[in-house]
């Protein structure tokens, strides 16, 4: 199969991309387009361009993608390759982070969006960035009973005054603050540890437990960076390194959204069409309008610096690596991401250490910069052919 333009990726900066380029084939492993940010909204394809949903690409090399459909596998060849690949929640491992009710701030979003009953439920928001006030309004908004929303970052009401000079931004987040009328905002306060219908929390050296039937916790975002590295592309800081075109050290091919840095809906969308466009001049008119929101993402950047208090939670007895149920105990006796990986099988699971890399990297120092064809697990035909 040949294609001019794909982009990998069919939530806001794909989208935006494919707005731009005009025909271009969009690939997304969800079952919809929207990604994260519009999951379950009814989203506009952008004329002229293709949508295949429910398509994982497993592999990558030179001008071809390997993807996994429901029911085939299929190569496509490209001349312009857009990676839209958006960004997955940081986890920071602490004792009973993996018990069922313990999830991801986006990902208890997700599942209620997808179905999970929440009306009535006790939930604690807890983490770092503006994330946790859109999710504790939405699950308010399903029914959802939000106990308190806990901010590690002791700069977070400081960050408002940023705000002053976004006034999209500031809108947003005054309805915010109306939809979380009444509930509880801690600042400089986290999650010590979780048992199953409750939860430790401490503020100003003080713990104190409260109950609950979920617990959403997010730290941040992790960019998905694995289809760029196996592809060739730098990787400068942990994100994709991008020219001022939104193009990779590799001609032909570029980068939009959270791989190419953490910048929010708003600066997603921007990349995107820049990344789409054919001409110079025509991606040049977007410029300034980037620049503003990459100045607001730093802004934000500076103000939810994770406190190294929150990395050093985890005993020797917690579990890091979920899929192959791995201790920090174990990997402690070795010294490194290779040496632990061969001798405890820490991050070959299925997330093949997509949530045990980052935990460690913030743990204990170590990268993970070792990207191995198939991407995602794939069924034994696809890797066959």
């Not at 020219?243 to 809906?265: H, K, L, N, R």
């Not at 069409?273 to 110079?280: F, L, M, N, Q, Y």
Request: glycine share 12%; charged share 20%; with cysteine.
């Amino acid at each position: 199969m040949k294609a001019g333009t794909v982009i990998v990726g069919a939530g806001p900066a794909g989208l935006a991309a494919a707005e731009t380029a005009g025909g271009a084939l969009l690939l997304d492993d969800n079952p919809a387009p929207g990604g994260q940010i519009w999951r379950g909204s009814k989203v506009a394809i952008p004329e002229g361009a293709q949508v295949m949903c429910g398509t994982r690409v497993i592999a990558a090399s030179g001008r071809q993608l390997v993807a996994e459909t429901p029911d085939a596998v299929i190569r496509i060849e490209f001349q312009k390759l857009i990676l839209a690949t958006g960004a997955r929640e940081l986890f920071l491992p602490f004792p009973g982070w993996t018990l069922p009710t313990v999830m991801g701030a986006g990902g208890l979003q997700a599942m209620v969006k997808g179905g999970l009953p929440i009306e009535g439920k006790r939930v604690i928001v807890a983490g770092s960035g503006p994330l946790l006030l859109a999710v504790a309004a939405y699950l308010r908004s399903r029914g959802g009973k939000i106990v308190l929303i806990a901010e590690q970052s002791e700069q977070a009401r400081r960050f408002a005054r940023t705000l002053a000079a976004y006034p999209g931004k500031l809108a947003q987040a005054a309805g915010l603050k109306l939809r979380l009328t009444g509930i509880r905002y801690l600042e400089g306060c986290w999650v010590l540890s979780a048992d199953p219908h409750a939860v430790t929390l401490t503020q100003s050296g003080r713990a104190w437990t409260e109950s609950c039937d979920y617990l959403a916790v997010g730290y941040g975002l992790q960019p998905n960076t694995e289809l760029a590295q196996l592809l060739g592309c730098q990787i400068e800081n942990g994100f994709v390194k991008v020219d001022e075109f939104q193009q990779t050290t590799v001609t032909g091919i570029y980068c939009a959204g959270e791989p190419a840095g953490i910048g929010g809906v708003d600066l997603a969308v921007i990349e995107g069409r820049i990344a789409g466009c054919a001409h110079a001049n025509d991606a040049r008119r977007f410029f300034a309008k980037r620049a503003r929101q990459q100045r607001f993402a730093a802004a934000l950047e500076t103000a939810f610096v994770l406190r190294r208090e929150v990395t050093q939670l985890a005993g020797d007895d917690t579990v890091i690596c979920r899929c192959e149920d791995v201790p920090l105990g174990r990997i402690r006796q070795h010294a490194n991401w290779r040496e632990a990986k061969l001798q405890t099988r820490c991050g070959m699971g299925p997330c093949q250490g997509r949530i045990c890399g980052p935990a460690l990297q913030h743990i204990l120092g170590w990268k993970n910069d070792s990207v191995r064809e198939p991407l995602f697990p794939a069924r034994v035909a696809s890797l066959m052919e």
